[in-house]
């Protein structure tokens, strides 16, 4: 049990690193469902940035202001807007576009407020999650989304070949891409995308707008 | 000078003499305000706690609300009750005294030692009264502006405060944003709403509508509309509360009785409760001051001093925000607040933003609100470590 729990912190502390990995030193950050602040506290001791964040709970707001982050209460559906072209350097949305309502419009939000966007979500395309859906014939429930189909927040669930088409839709770049595997450690950078997204169980991507 | 047996002396004493530090400006220091008058001499009343360092780098001024005054964390010489913030200023408290140089001061058009409608003119000896030039926010922030250079400060740490005391915290980044390190406006919008004006004007027409109000000639001819300006403070009481906190505190139970009276007497707490209010309110507020003040706030619109463009406000700046609101505060609600912050954003503004839950109304900011200690202490701790200002002493 306790190595099992030390395990789940392990996966989530990857993911973050890897994060914070592709972010330049002083660069201006914002974090887009910043969750308690873990990761905007991360990037300003380690990478030294100018940090920002959003996130939807009061909850999570009032943690983050508490150790001094600058978060504002706000929605990724309807707040970016506000956000004036190139405000940032990078903009984060770390396992939030699943739970937004137009993840495509918040992508084009991400692509035009930051001169990069780092976008993180669970892979649906997942070798288990399939199994699933095509053996139990039921909506999946794994470790990592543990919601039952009827009251989870994950609205908009995508796999990573479904967010690589997009990107090519959107016309964004795909600068970095990363899949985790089951145990959170980065995949070989040089498997083809059919393989990253049928083992990958989360993906992280940086892109930037045009090609 | 005449004076009716009602007066509080001691009040008047403040207006004129206040027991608070006082800077004066002579005529040729005169103020120029946004009606186009020039207020000189004139002087403004303050308190301070604390000790400025030596970089005269750690001054918080705290912006007082309508019916405020000075006396921050201080007792109040008037009626003797201890200063209106204590919860936030102090030592050890979110505006640290122990570590900050804590500034307030009362505002133009006050009544507790700066210039306003119940000062006297020191030439003819009469009271302005309603020859008071009109006043606005950024009329009150210049003149605290006065001070602060008198006081040898360029910038000021953070500039904080709720409600009319947040308009001017607001007016203050928009104004002097190069003096602004961190600024903390509290339980308030960048501009007065439609219902709060006319709530003001309820208020107004109360206390003109007495006819001890003399057109506003009450201090030369030794009345006092103590009815009128005692109904206006118990209808603005009840927009600074909320409805569940009303039922919580008073419901429907009678005051001192079994069964009502069928009379007008106050038969219920509340009714009790609000006319205290308004009693307690007339023995320590000249009612000209409150006419200026809630006309201060009326006029406040900050965004239209910038073609309509609150983002404009703040174009550029560099100071860090934190915006507070109250869930249950439906004379500020939220949706102001946010409005504050969205413009931050759209201006690149450093900007935190909390919404408190609490069924306390406007007048939280001033209650015991846990979650607002906690975070205006980790937003000052971090702003001051960005300033670069010790942890202590």
Same mark, same amino acid.
């Given at each position: 049990m306790t190595v099992q729990l030390n395990h789940t912190a392990a996966a989530a502390r990857v993911d973050l690193l890897l994060v914070a990995e592709m972010i330049e030193r002083g660069a201006r950050v914002l974090d887009v =469902?910043? =969750?308690?602040g873990t990761l905007l506290d991360l990037l300003i001791k380690t990478r030294d940035v100018d940090g920002r964040g959003i996130e939807l709970s009061q909850a999570g707001v009032n943690g983050c202001v508490t150790k001094g982050l600058s978060v504002v209460q706000g929605d990724a559906d309807t707040d970016l807007a506000d956000y004036p072209d190139d405000g940032f350097d990078y903009v984060i949305l770390s396992q939030t576009l699943q739970a937004t309502r137009r993840p495509r419009e918040v992508i084009e939000h991400l692509l035009r407020i930051g001169r990069r966007a780092i976008v993180s979500f669970p892979n649906f395309g997942h070798w288990r999650i399939r199994s699933q859906v095509a053996f139990q014939g039921r909506m999946p429930v794994t470790?990592?989304?543990?919601?039952a189909w009827y009251d989870t927040p994950n609205i908009h669930f995508c796999t990573i070949a479904d967010f690589v088409s997009l990107t090519d839709e959107m016309d964004a770049t795909i600068e970095k891409a990363v899949a985790l595997d089951r145990n959170g450690q980065p995949m070989r950078m040089t498997l083809p995308w059919a393989v990253w997204n049928l083992f990958g169980e989360q993906a992280v991507f940086m892109l930037r707008r045009g090609s | 000078m005449p004076r009716s047996k009602t007066t509080p002396a001691v009040s008047q004493n403040e207006a004129d003499h206040p027991t608070s530090p006082v800077q004066h400006f002579a005529a040729h220091e005169s103020l120029l305000l946004d009606s186009g008058a020039s207020l000189g001499p004139w002087q403004i009343a303050y308190q301070t706690y604390g000790t400025l360092n030596t970089d005269k780098s750690n001054a918080i001024l705290i912006c007082h609300a309508?019916?405020? $005054?000075?006396?921050v964390a201080s007792d109040n010489p008037?009626?003797?009750?201890?200063?209106?913030?204590t919860s936030m200023v102090?030592?050890?408290? #979110?505006?640290d005294t122990d570590r900050f140089f804590i500034i307030c001061a009362n505002v133009?058009?006050?009544?507790?030692?700066?210039?306003?409608?119940a000062n006297h003119e020191a030439?003819?000896?009469? /009271?302005? /009264?309603?020859?008071?030039p009109v006043v606005t926010i950024r009329d009150m922030v210049r003149a605290q502006a006065r001070l602060v250079d008198r006081l040898g400060?360029?910038? @000021?740490f953070c500039v904080a405060g709720g409600s009319m005391g947040g308009m001017q915290v607001l007016q203050w980044a928009a104004t002097f944003p190069d003096r602004v390190f961190a600024a903390m406006p509290l339980a308030t919008g960048a501009k007065h709403s439609a219902q709060n004006i006319a709530f003001h004007e309820v208020g107004r027409q109360a206390v003109m509508a007495d006819p001890d109000w003399r057109a506003g000639r009450y201090l030369a001819e030794g009345t006092r509309p103590e009815k009128g300006l005692a109904v206006a403070r118990m209808a603005a009481h009840i927009t600074y509360l909320s409805e569940p906190a009303l039922h919580r505190k008073f419901g429907r139970k009678l005051q $001192?009785? /079994? /069964?009502?009276?069928? #009379?007008? $007497?106050?038969?219920f707490e509340i009714e009790s409760y609000l006319r205290y209010q308004g009693r307690s309110f007339v023995e320590r507020f000249d009612a000209n001051s409150y006419l200026y003040l809630t006309r201060a706030m009326d006029y406040f619109d900050l965004a239209d001093d910038f073609g309509g463009s609150l983002a404009a406000a703040f174009k550029g700046t560099k100071t860090r925000f934190c915006v507070a609101s109250f869930t #249950? $505060?439906? @004379?500020?609600?939220t949706s102001d607040s946010r409005a504050i912050v969205h413009a931050l954003n759209a201006a690149g503004a450093s900007v935190s933003f909390v919404e408190i839950e609490t069924?306390?109304?406007?007048?939280a900011f001033l209650l015991d609100e846990p979650v607002l200690f906690a975070t205006s202490r980790g937003f000052i701790d971090a702003a001051a470590r960005a300033r670069g200002l010790k942890e202590q002493g």
């Open positions: =469902g910043c =969750g308690d470790k990592n989304l543990s919601y | 309508l019916t405020g $005054d000075q006396h008037v009626t003797g009750k201890p200063g209106w913030w102090g030592p050890g408290k #979110s505006y133009l058009g006050g009544c507790m030692g700066t210039s306003g409608p030439e003819t000896g009469k /009271a302005y /009264a309603v020859d008071f400060i360029e910038t @000021l $001192d009785r /079994a /069964a009502p009276t069928f #009379s007008f $007497d106050a038969d #249950s $505060d439906w @004379l500020f609600p069924d306390k109304g406007h007048d």
